[in-house]
């Protein structure tokens, strides 16, 4: 007979043996769970219209997570990027930004280009409590605690350029964007802005995503009398357009552009450089700045991807976009998000556009201002810059939020609850 301090002892034992083994278990699911790669999801048109702007941001998306792994990873783990194309269409980027967050479990996104195709994943975003790393300027009239915008405010370059044009261009100024909510609220902006400096709009037209047809606004264009073309154009419409534009003997000396959505990259893109050369943009980044930063990063990205790459402002914001939220996960060993959004108010990083930082109110970033004009070269010669990185002000001149959101919603009603004019629209 087993007296009960014995048979107590032995309970005990076997309680403790259960408890090593369930231990031991847990503690190898846990080192295994640790030495499985970081998913990183990468959301752009590698087809389509936007195609031509978005597929060197995957690379230089890319770079930035190959870097990072040659250098041991992050947490002693892996980056995997997991990439997903938006087919430069909206319902495409819901679809696969719903993919990426439920079905590939990744830690964070970095994707979109157009407004319309951010708007329509934002939700997405926000639902799940996902991460998403926006690299594009944009019209502002935003903020969300689930996406950083690395990409510029209107503050920080549609305003200036402005401002640098009715000074140095000419005060008579022709809207011309494509058919989506970036360029019309662009315009809204601009047109206010005009009003306060004693600058004219003497046209504005819109032409949809894709679209050649710019023969008619290129009359309008000419008979408008203008001083200068404001070009909110995206995507490869921005070939035919310029094209157009030269062949109606419009040159950069007689109606200079300036163009807030044409970089580097879409400058490769084109067929023939010739029509561009004299004409402009507003960046925060232009591959012509001279530091030891830029240098770097150029030299890398060209020993990747190529001698005769060139690279544009959205290329460089994802790139350090990377680096930045790496630099969080680093610091607070942990890809969860609500730790990493909190750490990422207090961080910096020195970009090869200079030091940029997330500012903590609206998870906007500061960052500078410059002026290129295009060279024979496929580049652009700096002509101006801001003499330091500049607050972000997703909402300019003051604006209400509730403002925008009326301004918002009468152009997601009168395009069928869309972000993007329907075509039918331009239909005779």
Known sequence: MIEKSNLSH??????????????????????????????IGILHSLTGTMAISEKPVVDATLLAIEEINARGGLLGRQLVPVIADGKSDDATFAAEAKRLITDEKVAVVFGCWTSSSRKTVKPIFEKNNSLLFYPVQYEGFEQSPNIIYTGSTPNQQIIPAISWVGEHLGKRLYLIGSDYVYPHIANRIITMQ???????????????????????????????????????????????????????????????????????????????NRDMVGHY??????????????????????????????????????????????????????????????????????????????????????????????????GFDIVWSSE????????????????????????????GHAWTAPVSQHMP
Not at 21 to 31: K, R
Not at 255 to 267: A, D, H, N, Y
Not at 336 to 345: G, R, S, Y
Request: include cysteine.
């Open 10 to 39: 032995t309970l005990w034992l076997r309680a403790l043996l259960a408890l090593s083994i369930l231990f031991g278990a847990w503690l190898s699911g846990c080192q295994k769970a640790d030495n499985e790669p970081i998913k």
């Open 194 to 272: 005009a009003s306060m400096l004693g600058l004219e709009i003497v046209g504005e037209s819109y032409l949809p995503l894709g679209s050649g047809k710019v023969d008619n606004i290129i009359a309008d264009i000419k008979a408008s009398q203008a001083d200068v073309i404001i070009n909110t154009i995206n995507g490869d419409t921005n070939i035919s357009f310029f094209h157009a534009l030269a062949k109606a003997g419009m040159s950069a000396a007689k109606m200079p552009v300036m163009s807030f959505s044409l970089g580097e990259s879409e400058l490769a893109a084109m067929p023939d």
């Open 281 to 378: 943009a507003a960046w925060s980044y232009f591959q012509a700045i001279k530091s030891p930063q830029n240098r770097r990063f150029i030299q890398a990205f060209k020993n990747r991807f190529g001698q005769h790459t060139s690279i544009s402002d959205p290329m460089e914001a994802a790139y350090f976009g990377v680096h930045l939220w790496a630099q969080t996960v680093h610091a607070n060993a942990s890809t969860n998000i609500d730790t990493v959004l909190k750490a990422l108010e207090i961080q910096t990083i020195d970009a090869p556009e200079g030091i940029v930082a997330i500012d903590p109110d609206s998870h906007h970033t500061w960052r500078p201002m410059r002026i290129g004009q295009i060279n024979a070269q496929q």
């Open 388 to 415: 330091h990185a500049i607050h972000p002000e997703p909402y300019p001149f003051h604006i209400l939020p509730s403002d925008a959101r009326i301004m918002l919603k009468k152009l997601y009603d009168r395009w």
